[in-house]
């Protein structure tokens, strides 16, 4: 069974950084590429980043260029975003998702407030 | 970047109707279209992927047709389980983008 497993969410304040994790399972994680996808509270879907399958070509939503930076270690079957300089209208659940049409994880949420 | 117009932006029905939401891309993107279902505190499901392939497990009440720029999602017969936000998806290109969202109804 394919599986996707956020974590790190949390409360941070505006300016403050924090790093998620999505641990994956049930899938040869190293032969897929992979996205961040979120949505703020209320809001529709947004998508945040994307990276191939060998890290080799990297894609970032304009909102999130130059703050956010993804990641994986195909070793571990992990993704990772870590996301600096944040901003109050980064707030929202966070999902990790399989390729351009598989699977995604239950999502970690992300509240940026002082 | 691509524009997904999505409508309507909400719709309510009665459970056994047939129920139509479009998508309509700002430039050619092929078939490579998602369509999702999105339930409050759930993550989201593609049901549809390729613009018109049912996803595994996917109830066949559900279904997608387009190409290029016009897409439609059909629920054949709506049933209760149905209600939540959908959500057609493009990836013809970067950024990947969504169309706006019909919540979905019982009236």
């Known amino acids: 069974e394919v599986q996707l497993v956020e974590s790190g969410g949390g409360l941070v304040k505006p300016g403050g950084s924090l790093r998620l994790s999505c641990e994956v399972s049930?899938?040869?994680?190293?032969?897929?590429?992979m996205n961040w996808v979120r949505q703020a509270p209320g809001k529709g879907l947004e998508w945040v980043a994307y990276?191939?399958?060998?890290?080799?070509?990297?894609y970032y939503a304009d909102s999130v260029k130059g703050r956010f930076t993804i990641s994986r270690d195909n070793a571990k079957n992990s993704l990772y975003l870590q996301m600096n300089s944040l901003r109050v209208e980064d707030t929202g659940v966070y999902y990790c998702?399989?390729?351009?049409?598989?699977?995604w994880g239950q999502g970690t949420l992300v509240t940026v407030s002082s | 970047d691509i524009q997904m117009t999505q409508s309507p932006s909400s719709l309510s029905a009665s459970v056994g109707d047939r129920v139509t939401i479009t998508c309509q891309a700002s430039?050619?993107?092929?078939?490579?279209l998602n369509w999702y279902q999105k339930k409050p505190g759930k993550a989201p499901e593609v049901l549809i992927y390729?613009?018109?392939t049912l996803e595994t497990g996917v109830p066949s009440r559900f279904s997608g047709s387009g190409s290029g720029t016009d897409f439609t999602f059909t629920i054949s017969s709506l049933q209760p389980e149905d209600i939540a936000t959908y959500y057609c998806?493009?990836?013809?290109?970067?950024?990947?983008?969504f169309g706006q969202g019909t919540k979905v109804e019982i009236k």
């Open positions: 998702s399989k390729g351009s049409t598989g699977t």
């Open positions: 049930g899938f040869t994680f190293s032969s897929y590429s």
């Open positions: 990276i191939i399958s060998s890290s080799s070509y990297i």
């Open positions: 430039q050619d993107i092929d078939n490579f």
């Open positions: 390729d613009a018109s």
């Open positions: 998806q493009q990836y013809d290109s970067f950024p990947r983008t």
